[in-house]
């Protein structure tokens, strides 16, 4: 069975700061792995994604996300967090095997950015 | 231009009336679906159709029944309205290849209140 696990309920880091929102997974086959982020009272917008290739992928806003095979990890990151970065993001899988495109969430995770 | 389009924004209503979602998307896509976020903002997939035919179809009342005019609509019927029922329905589309490693795009949400 497919799915997703993002440990922290919220992150709080200081604006300026590195943040590291946290993602492990479990799929059969080769894993596709995806960013969401989602404001207050919107849909989800897509931020990255990892398909194959280099492990460090670099997505929509400065953000970027590591995948690492051996821990089934897909961490998300910035350098530098803005107090507009401050959202609930979300982590998704779809396994290789897939035939219907369904994507498994996390439970998301809740950022917040303080000045 | 609104990649994907959901109406109306805001539902509310009595219990045991019954109500439509309309989802629109002019992306081209042959996928679309339907969400649920719940109050604790967990997303959980309902229904999926490719190129108009039902391909996804989770364990959800049958109160609940998309319908599929053409590739580029995606509306959800809900029968019998339960306090249960409210929360928040994101419809989505994608492009589907095989292995599934394209991101889905989402509307802006219907946030459903059944009173």
């Known amino acids: 069975a497919q799915s997703v696990a993002q440990p922290e309920d919220q992150v709080n880091v200081a604006e300026g700061n590195p943040l590291t929102v946290k993602c492990t997974y479990s799929v059969s086959g080769n894993p596709y792995l995806f960013w969401y982020v989602q404001y207050p009272n919107r849909g989800l917008q897509f931020l990255l994604k990892y398909i194959t290739g280099d492990n460090l992928v670099k997505g929509s806003y400065g953000f970027e996300a590591e995948f690492n095979k051996s821990q089934t990890s897909f961490h998300l990151k910035k350098p530098s967090a803005l107090v507009s970065d401050s959202a609930l993001y979300f982590c998704?899988?779809?396994?290789?095997?897939?035939?219907?495109?369904?994507?498994?969430f996390g439970q998301g995770t809740t950022l917040q950015v303080k000045p | 231009d609104t990649a994907v389009s959901q109406t109306p924004k805001y539902l509310v209503t009595q219990m045991g009336n019954d109500k439509s979602i309309k989802c629109e998307q002019n992306?081209?896509?042959?996928?679309m679906y339907w969400y649920k976020q719940d109050s604790k903002k967990f997303l959980k997939i309902m229904f999926s159709y490719n190129n108009k035919e039902l391909i996804i179809n989770e364990t959800v009342p049958n109160r609940f029944s998309p319908k599929s005019p053409d590739k580029a609509h995606l509306n959800l019927h809900i029968n019998s309205l339960e306090l249960g029922d409210s929360a928040v329905y994101f419809c989505?589309?994608?492009?589907?290849?095989?292995?599934?490693?394209?991101?889905?795009?989402f509307g802006q949400g219907t946030r459903l209140t059944v009173v």
């Open positions: 998704a899988v779809r396994g290789s095997s897939s035939n219907t495109g369904k994507l498994i």
């Open positions: 992306l081209g896509h042959d996928t």
């Open positions: 989505a589309s994608s492009q589907y290849i095989p292995g599934g490693n394209t991101e889905a795009f």
